[in-house]
């Protein structure tokens, strides 16, 4: 079952968040802290508004999330840019390869069309690059520019 997130949900979608930054082993460390951190985060997103989740159940047990961020660009001299921002996608590893994964993204694309957005924007691992486009993503180069990193030329 997929149903919409709530602010009650903030909580699982940090511990998932902890959970995939300690399977795709990121630099940052995935402790208490960035738990409490993450949690935070998702809380003020979704009261703002300015994200929906959705979270996958099995008999009642959360297995898997998904986050759409919603992006407004300033105007254009023909209209809007309305883009979104899928982020967090993830299914706990025994429920993966069911359908779970598949059935959030409808969830996501769903509610794309249903805010008007012109396109949907997602950083995927290579284990979930095929669902992508099996559901139409394709690839799209960007620039970036680190700054983080104090390079400059």
């Known amino acids: ?3 919409r997130a709530t602010l009650d949900d903030a909580y699982t979608f940090a511990r998932m968040r902890q959970a995939m930054a300690e399977e795709m082993q990121l630099d940052a460390p995935s402790d208490a802290s960035f738990r409490e951190r993450t949690y935070v ?9 300015k994200a929906v989740g959705w979270v996958a ?17 300033p105007p254009i001299p023909f209209g ?10 993830y299914v706990i590893p025994e429920y ?15 509610c794309g069309h249903e805010h008007g957005l012109q396109r949907l924007e997602l950083k995927t691992s290579e284990a979930g690059r ?4 099996a559901l139409g993503f394709e690839p799209y180069e960007i620039l970036i520019l680190r700054l983080d990193e104090g390079t400059r030329k």
């Open 80 to 89: 809007e840019r309305r883009r979104g921002y899928v982020h967090g996608v």
């Open 57 to 73: 159940e099995v008999d009642g047990r959360p297995i898997g999330m998904a986050s759409l961020l919603l992006h407004h660009h």
């Open 1 to 3: 079952m997929i149903r």
């Open 96 to 110: 993966r390869r069911q359908g779970h994964g598949r059935a959030l993204m409808n969830a996501v694309i769903t």
């Open 130 to 133: 095929s669902l992508y486009t």
């Open 41 to 49: 985060y998702w809380y003020a997103m979704f009261e703002a508004q």
